[in-house]
């Protein structure tokens, strides 16, 4: 199957810092990328659905400003949480997809677990 | 809008025995469905999906999923659960209509199964 990375795997940060987390796909080229977030014994909220080469779609709720996507390649998407508070203290999964390569499912990455200070 | 339900939040079974993981889905028109398993502190893995065709679906490790249409459901089974098998369990759905392949999940369903 296809494989996705994420870095750092965990984090700690002070409040009031920015966390930058990498998604990378390793063995396809991903036109789609999705950031996830998920809470203690919760599902997965989707926070944002990004394109190569475009801005991030953000879902209703989640502020652009704060959480900063960019999908600069056809293999890296990046997560960027701006100063940081503990309410952002989460599990951040990112997942990709290729129109050209799959049939529809989306394939994820291990996870990168923020905790803020 | 779409939306799935995933009624238990945990199953328990033994060993050896059969298990059954509910999932129920509610989207406009035709529905692609996904099974993902998640162990501790780790991404989503994908199981097995329904696009069109058969309804019932053979995926990894052993797992299989019905598509049943007028019920509105995709149940996800195994004849024989293992220990390893013991996780978090997400249904998922996409509309044919929906963009950019957005998923919309379950609240997940811990299988626990003992030795």
């Known amino acids: 199957g296809a494989v996705v990375s994420q870095h750092p795997s965990w984090v700690i940060c002070k409040s009031g810092t920015s966390v930058k987390i990498e998604c990378r796909s390793l063995?396809?080229?991903?036109?789609?990328m999705f950031w996830y977030r998920q809470f203690p014994k919760q599902s997965l909220m989707l926070m944002a659905t990004?394109?190569?080469?475009?801005?991030?779609?953000?879902e209703q709720g989640v502020e652009k400003d704060k959480f900063l996507i960019n999908h600069a390649s056809l293999t890296l998407s990046t997560l960027t949480v701006t100063s940081a508070h503990p309410e952002d203290s989460s599990f951040y999964i990112c997942?990709?997809?290729?129109?050209?390569?799959?049939?529809?499912?989306?394939?994820f990455g291990p996870g990168t677990r923020l905790t803020v200070t | 809008a779409q939306s799935v339900a995933q009624p238990e939040d945990q199953v328990n079974v033994a060993e050896g025995n059969p298990l059954t993981v509910k999932c129920t889905y509610s989207?406009?028109?035709?529905?692609?469905l996904f099974w993902y398993v998640q162990y501790p502190n780790r991404g989503l893995q994908f199981l097995l999906k329904?696009?069109?065709?058969?309804?019932l679906v053979k995926g990894s490790y052993g797992f299989e999923a019905e598509f049943n249409k007028s019920q509105t459901s995709f149940h996800l089974k195994k004849p024989s659960a293992l220990v390893s098998d013991s996780a978090l369990y997400f249904c998922?759905?996409?509309?044919?209509?929906?963009?950019?392949?957005?998923?919309?999940f379950g609240t997940g369903t811990r299988l626990l199964v003992s030795p």
């Open positions: 329904y696009i069109t065709g058969d309804n």
């Open positions: 063995d396809f080229q991903a036109t789609t």
């Open positions: 990004s394109n190569e080469g475009s801005k991030a779609t953000y």
């Open positions: 997942s990709a997809t290729s129109d050209r390569v799959f049939s529809y499912e989306q394939y």
């Open positions: 989207v406009s028109g035709n529905p692609y």
């Open positions: 998922a759905v996409r509309g044919m209509n929906t963009g950019f392949q957005k998923l919309v």
